[in-house]
Antibody, heavy 123, light 108 residues
Framework: QVQLVESGGGAVQPGRSLRLSCAASGFNFGSYAMHWVRQAPGKGLEWVALIFYDGTNEYYTDSVRGRFTISRDNSKNTLYLQMNSLRTEDTAIYYC????????????????WGQGTLVTVSS | EIVLTQSPATLSLSPGERATLSCRASQSVSSYLAWYQHKPGQAPRLLIYDASNRAPGIPARFSGSGSGTDFTLTIGSLEPEDFAVYYCQQRSNWPPLTFGGGTKVEIK
């Protein structure tokens, strides 16, 4: 079955760390760029980070750069998000998503999404 | 950063009615725009890519149009399962990849 399953969410105090995982199955994980996207309570979707299929490049939204690190282990079909120095504003459901590249245009979009894992940062 | 503005924020319609959702970009994104459907507790789903192409498995009642800065998602005749939040998203100029604020399509 083609799916992404996130884990590792939970409640944590400000300033602490948490590592999220995203387990992929049913497709060739190592061939796809991967993203983390989050949704704060009552808010819309916000892109967080991207890692290329081979892990050679990473990109971050400004609010998490220097605090979060995206990584992947293609031998384990798993994507990670290491979150350090957490802030209350990082409270959100975190989704992992695989990238679809359109052959004709070369454009990329979010194709497959997980169900998300909730991170709550509160004292 | 390209800002995507969606309108209206909420659309109250009955099943069988036509829904028209708008997404406006702060600068041109050419056709590099997608639409996603998101229901509570579920994974978002890609509906439309490159502004007007339906993703595999998406019913024909969903259609997208536009280019440059103005885009529209139309749901031809609302089915009960279509009541959800819809987001537009661009990757023409990144990082960051950006989403619109969303339009909630609710049952009237």
């Amino acid at each position: 079955q083609v799916q992404l399953v996130e884990s590792g969410g939970g409640a944590v105090q400000p300033g602490r760390s948490l590592r999220l995982s995203c387990a992929a199955s049913g497709f060739n994980f190592g061939s796809y760029a991967m993203h983390w996207v989050r949704q704060a309570p009552g808010k819309g979707l916000e892109w967080v980070a991207l890692i290329f299929y081979d892990g050679t490049n990473e990109y971050y939204t400004d609010s998490v750069r220097g605090r979060f690190t995206i990584s992947r282990d293609n031998s384990k079909n798993t994507l990670y998000l290491q979150m350090n120095s957490l802030r209350t504003e990082d409270t959100a459901i975190y989704y992992c998503a695989s990238e679809l590249r359109i052959a004709v245009t070369g454009h990329e979009y979010f194709q497959l999404w997980g169900q998300g894992t909730l991170v709550t940062v509160s004292s | 950063e390209i800002v995507l503005t969606q309108s209206p924020a909420t659309l109250s319609l009955s099943p069988g009615e036509r829904a028209t959702l708008s997404c406006r970009a702060s600068q041109s994104v050419s056709s590099y725009l997608a639409w996603y459907q998101h229901k509570p507790g579920q994974a978002p789903r890609l509906l439309i890519y490159d502004a007007s192409n339906r993703a595999p498995g998406i019913p024909a009642r969903f259609s997208g149009s536009g280019s440059g800065t103005d885009f529209t998602l139309t749901i031809g005749s609302l089915e009960p399962e279509d009541f959800a939040v819809y987001y537009c998203q661009q990757r023409s100029n990144w990082p960051p990849l950006t989403f619109g604020g969303g339009t909630k399509v609710e049952i009237k």
